[in-house]
């Protein structure tokens, strides 16, 4: 059965100073990986996504992501936050085979203060 | 381009009344997504449609819910009867053909009294 974990409720960061959200996955094969943002009352936005490749994916809004296969993880990174950055963080994992449904994690909220 | 298109935005209703939510999603997406957003959780599929084809119902409760799209392009989510339990955020999305990224429409928030 696929699954993905966020493993923190919440991360507060600094304005300037970097961010990581953590995401662990569980899925038979390869997988499809994603990262969504959603701003309040609106729906979720795609930010980036891994499907082969380079490891390091670049997304919108200056975020990027590491895939990393010994640890099944999918950490989202920026250099530097913004308070604009400030928002609920979905990732997302879906198994490389036809008809799989897309399964998301329980969310990170982004806290980015100045 | 208009992006996917949900209404109502709000809807609170008593518990064992009926209540139905409409998409509209980006013309040439033939795939479409029903979620189901308990708070403090992340989307969690109901039906995933290709064309007018419900391909994948497994997670809806069919005792109570129910899902068409006719025509293959707007689609609409109905309870009834509503329970407590399903207050939620109801999301859809679209997707074209063999394409990843899905995007969502801004939800319907339902609370049930």
């Known amino acids: 059965a696929q699954s993905v974990a966020q493993p923190e409720d919440q991360v507060n960061v600094a304005e300037g100073n970097p961010l990581t959200v953590k995401c662990t996955y569980s899925?038979?094969?390869?997988?499809?990986l994603f990262w969504y943002v959603q701003y309040p009352n609106r729906g979720l936005q795609f930010l980036l996504k891994?499907?082969?490749?380079?490891?390091l994916v670049k997304g919108s809004y200056g975020f990027e992501a590491e895939f990393n296969k010994s640890q099944t993880s999918f950490h989202l990174k920026k250099p530097s936050a913004l308070v604009s950055d400030s928002a609920l963080y979905f990732c997302a994992v879906r198994a490389n085979q036809a008809g799989t449904a897309l399964i998301f994690g329980k969310g990170t909220t982004l806290s980015v203060s100045s | 381009e208009a992006g996917v298109v949900q209404s109502p935005r709000y809807k609170i209703i008593e518990k064992k009344q009926p209540v139905a939510f409409w998409c509209n999603p980006i013309s040439g997406h033939n795939t479409l997504y029903w979620y189901r957003q308990n708070l403090g959780q992340g989307p969690e599929l109901l039906i995933r449609?290709?064309?007018?084809?419900?391909?994948?119902d497994s997670q809806l409760p069919k005792d109570r819910f129910s899902a068409e799209r006719l025509k293959g392009v707007d689609s609409t989510l109905k309870i009834q009867p509503a329970e407590l339990g399903d207050s939620a955020v109801y999301l859809c999305?679209?997707?074209?053909?063999?394409?990843?990224?899905?995007?969502f429409g801004s939800g319907t928030q339902l609370s049930v009294l």
């Open positions: 899925v038979s094969g390869n997988p499809y």
């Open positions: 891994y499907i082969t490749g380079d490891n």
């Open positions: 449609y290709e064309n007018e084809e419900a391909v994948d």
């Open positions: 999305a679209s997707s074209q053909p063999g394409y990843e990224k899905l995007f």
